[in-house]
């Protein structure tokens, strides 16, 4: 079974930057693209960003374009979600999600493994 484990959460004022790590176990990490979504209380799972198997394709959310930055270190399991220019509004708990598949992936649905979660909270 695919484990997922997402870390490096916190409280952050406004402008400020997180780097989300997720800790892929099993031999599989090279062929899985990877996802991250987003849950503010009393809103559904969002997507925030999504690479491709092999990092050559991304997709961003219109409001973390050019603000969060999704990669894959292939050598260590690990997909990492930067995080600049933090908002109040990013306030959310985090989510990875991994799948196989030769592209990206954009809705919560397409992915068969998940994270626990991390929660993120930016004050003004």
């Known amino acids: 079974q695919v484990q997922l484990v997402e870390s490096g959460g916190g409280s952050v004022q406004a402008g400020g930057s997180l780097r989300l790590s997720c800790s892929v176990s099993?031999?599989?990490?090279?062929?899985?693209?990877m996802g991250w979504f987003r849950q503010a209380p009393g809103k559904e799972r969002e997507f925030v960003a999504a690479?491709?198997?092999?990092?050559?394709?991304?997709n961003y959310e219109d409001s973390v374009k050019g603000r969060f930055i999704i990669s894959k270190d292939n050598a260590e399991n690990i997909s990492y979600l930067q995080m600049n220019s933090l908002k109040p509004e990013d306030t959310a708990v985090y989510y990875c999600?991994?799948?196989?598949?030769?592209?990206?992936?954009?809705?919560?649905?397409?992915?068969?493994?998940w994270g626990q979660g991390t929660q993120v909270t930016v004050s003004s």
């Open positions: 099993g031999s599989a990490f090279k062929g899985y693209a």
């Open positions: 999600a991994a799948r196989g598949g030769s592209y990206y992936y954009t809705r919560a649905g397409d992915y068969d493994f």
């Open positions: 690479m491709s198997w092999n990092g050559g394709i991304m």
